[in-house]
C-alpha cells in the first residue's frame, strides 16, 4: 500500500491581487480628487500623463502576454482610450492565466498531495497509475486514439474500469446518495453548484451522516458558482464535515479573482467508486421537474482504478483551496471492468492548453465520425479548422447544441459562428428545450471524452477543468445512440444568415466571446 505524503497546512492564503492593480486605483482616485479638488493644471496634467504612461505598459502587458489577438486588442483599447476605467478592469480581471497566481499555489497543492511531483495538469497523476496498461499493449486499432491523450499528459491509460450512463438527476442522484450512504472511510465531493434546495438539503443529510459515523467527508464548492454563505452550509451539514470554498470573493481579505473558478464535478467514495461529468448539485437537473429552469444533462458512474484518480484530482484541489493534505491510503483496486480510461485536468495552473490539444488532435486523427455535444460552443480558430479539415478529409462532423440556452448573450454568438461553420459542411442541430448541459466528443463510433469543459473560451483558458477519455465499444455505442436519437429529433441550423439585424447583434457579442 501507498500514502500520499502527509503535510498539515494551515489555510491557504488566497492569491494575492496585483500590485499593479492597486496602481492603477489608486491613480484612478488621484487624477478624480485632482479633477473635483485641485485646481493647478500642471498637477492635473502631471496624473495624466502618469496615468497615460501607465496605460502605456499595462497594455505592452497585454501584447506579450495575451494569446487570443481580439482579447489582447479588446485590452489595449480599453487601456488607452478610457484608462481611469480600463487599468483596473485589465488588472482585476484581464491577467492571463499564465501570470496567475494559480500558477504557485497550484504547483505547491501538488507538492503536497503527490509528493513533489509539480505539474499538475500534466504528469501530477503519476505516469503509470494503479491499474496501467502500457500503449504497446492497447489493441493496435486504437493506437491512434491513444497516441494525442499519451503525448500530451504524458500517462498511460487504467484498464480495469466499469462506467454507467446516468441520464439526468432523476438516475444520478440515488446512485450518488446510495453511494455515500455505503462509504465506511471517505467521501469527498466537489461541485461547482451545490444548490440550496431540496436536492442539496438531500445531499447535505448524506454527508452529514456519513461524517457521524465516522467517515472523512470533504466538500468542496465553488466560491462563485455556490455563492452562500458558508455558516448557514456549516449548520446544514454539521460539525463533523469538512467544508471548504473555492476562491471565494471577500473584500477582507481582498480577494477579487473571479474567473479562477472551479468548474470540476467529483464525488469519490472510499477511493473505489467515483462520480463524475457535467451535472452539478442542484434540483434544476431534474428534468422531469415542471419548470422553466431545469436542465438535462449526463453523469457517470466510475469503478474501478479510475476512481483513485479522482480521488487524488479532488485532494489536489482541496490542498489548492485550504493549503491542506492528507495522509490517505491508497491501495490497489480492484478492476470493475473493461473500459480503458485516462484523467486529464487543466486550469490557469499551466501554460499549456491540455483539453483543446487534446480535442483538436482526436478531431485530426478522427478516420469515420465526429459527434459533438456542448451547452456552450465558441470554437477557437484552431479547433474551428480541424472541424473544417475533418470534413474535407471526408469525415461526418456533426454538433448537437441546446436551442434554448441558459445565456442570452452566449446564445447570440454561437449564432455568430454556426452558418460559417454549417457552410463549410459541419452539421450543426439544434436540440428541443430543456436546455442541454451536457458535454460528449464521441469519434469514430470508439472513443469517448466525457467531462466537465465546454468549447468556449471560459472552460478552454479560465476554468480548472476535469476530463476523462474513455475506449470502450459498449459505452460508446450506447452514447452515440442517444446522442443520434437527440439528433433526429433536433433542427439542422441552415448555412443562410439571418436578417441584417440578428447578423449585427450576433456578431457584437461573438466579439465579447473571449470574455464571456
Request: glycine share 6%.
Amino acid at each position: 500500500r501507498r500514502t500520499l505524503n502527509h503535510i498539515r497546512r494551515g489555510p491557504a492564503p488566497p492569491p494575492p491581487l496585483p500590485p499593479m492593480l492597486y496602481i492603477s486605483i489608486l491613480l484612478t482616485l488621484l487624477a478624480v480628487a485632482c479633477l473635483i479638488f485641485v485646481p493647478n493644471t500642471v498637477i492635473i496634467l502631471t496624473f495624466v500623463a502618469i496615468m497615460h504612461g501607465f496605460a502605456i505598459f499595462s497594455a505592452c502587458h497585454a501584447l506579450l502576454h495575451k494569446r487570443d489577438s481580439r482579447a489582447a486588442l479588446g485590452w489595449i483599447a480599453i487601456i488607452l482610450f478610457m484608462p481611469p476605467v480600463g487599468l483596473p478592469l485589465y488588472w482585476l480581471f484581464g491577467i492571463a492565466r499564465i501570470d496567475s497566481q494559480a500558477v504557485r499555489l497550484m504547483e505547491k497543492a501538488a507538492q503536497n498531495v503527490m509528493g513533489g511531483l509539480v505539474d499538475l495538469h500534466g504528469k501530477s497523476l503519476t505516469e503509470k497509475p494503479e491499474g496501467f496498461i502500457r500503449e504497446e499493449e492497447v489493441p493496435q486499432a486504437w493506437h491512434y486514439l491513444v497516441a494525442p491523450g499519451s503525448s500530451i499528459s504524458g500517462r498511460c491509460m487504467t484498464e480495469g474500469n466499469a462506467l454507467t450512463v446516468l441520464h439526468n438527476g432523476e438516475a444520478a442522484y440515488p446512485v450518488m446518495l446510495a453511494a455515500i450512504n455505503d462509504a465506511s472511510e471517505r467521501v469527498y465531493l466537489s461541485s461547482f453548484i451545490f444548490g440550496y434546495d431540496e436536492v442539496g438539503k438531500a445531499f447535505a443529510a448524506a454527508l452529514r451522516k456519513a461524517a457521524e459515523r465516522g467517515c472523512d467527508v470533504r466538500v468542496l464548492m465553488d466560491g462563485v458558482g455556490s455563492f452562500h454563505p458558508l455558516a448557514n452550509w456549516r449548520r446544514r451539514f454539521g460539525p463533523d464535515v469538512k467544508l471548504a470554498s473555492f476562491l471565494p470573493p471577500r473584500l477582507i481579505p481582498p480577494q477579487f479573482s473571479i474567473n479562477l473558478r472551479t468548474h470540476r464535478k467529483v464525488l469519490v467514495c472510499d477511493g473505489e467508486t467515483g462520480f463524475a461529468g457535467g451535472m452539478n448539485i442542484s434540483q434544476h437537473h431534474l428534468a422531469n421537474l415542471k419548470r422553466r429552469a431545469r436542465v438535462q444533462d449526463i453523469h457517470f458512474r466510475c469503478a474501478g482504478p479510475i476512481a483513485q484518480q479522482l480521488e487524488i484530482a479532488f485532494l489536489m484541489d482541496w490542498s489548492f483551496a485550504t493549503g491542506d493534505s492528507t495522509s490517505t491510503p491508497m491501495g490497489r483496486v480492484e478492476k470493475q471492468g473493461s473500459s480503458l480510461c485516462r484523467l486529464l485536468m487543466d486550469g490557469p495552473g499551466t501554460p499549456e492548453d491540455t483539453i483543446l490539444d487534446l480535442v483538436c488532435a482526436q478531431i485530426s486523427a478522427s478516420r469515420h465520425s465526429v459527434r459533438i455535444m456542448s451547452p456552450y460552443f465558441l470554437p477557437p480558430h484552431r479547433l474551428h479548422g480541424e472541424l473544417v479539415s475533418a470534413v474535407l478529409r471526408g469525415v461526418d462532423v456533426s454538433v448537437v447544441l441546446p436551442d434554448e440556452n441558459n445565456h442570452r448573450m452566449v446564445d447570440w454568438a454561437m449564432r455568430h459562428q454556426m452558418p460559417m461553420l454549417a457552410d463549410r459542411g459541419v452539421r450543426i442541430f439544434r436540440q428541443p428545450p430543456p436546455f442541454a448541459h451536457t458535454k460528449l466528443l464521441l469519434i469514430d463510433g470508439e472513443y469517448t471524452l466525457l467531462g466537465s469543459a465546454n468549447l468556449d473560451p471560459r472552460s478552454l483558458n479560465l476554468n480548472f477543468e476535469l476530463v476523462m477519455e474513455v475506449l470502450d465499444l459498449r459505452l460508446t455505442e450506447q452514447l452515440t445512440a442517444f446522442y443520434d436519437e437527440v439528433r433526429s429529433r433536433s433542427v439542422s441550423v441552415p448555412t443562410t444568415y439571418p436578417a441584417l439585424p440578428y447578423r449585427l447583434r450576433n456578431a457584437a457579442s461573438w466579439m465579447f466571446s473571449p470574455y464571456l
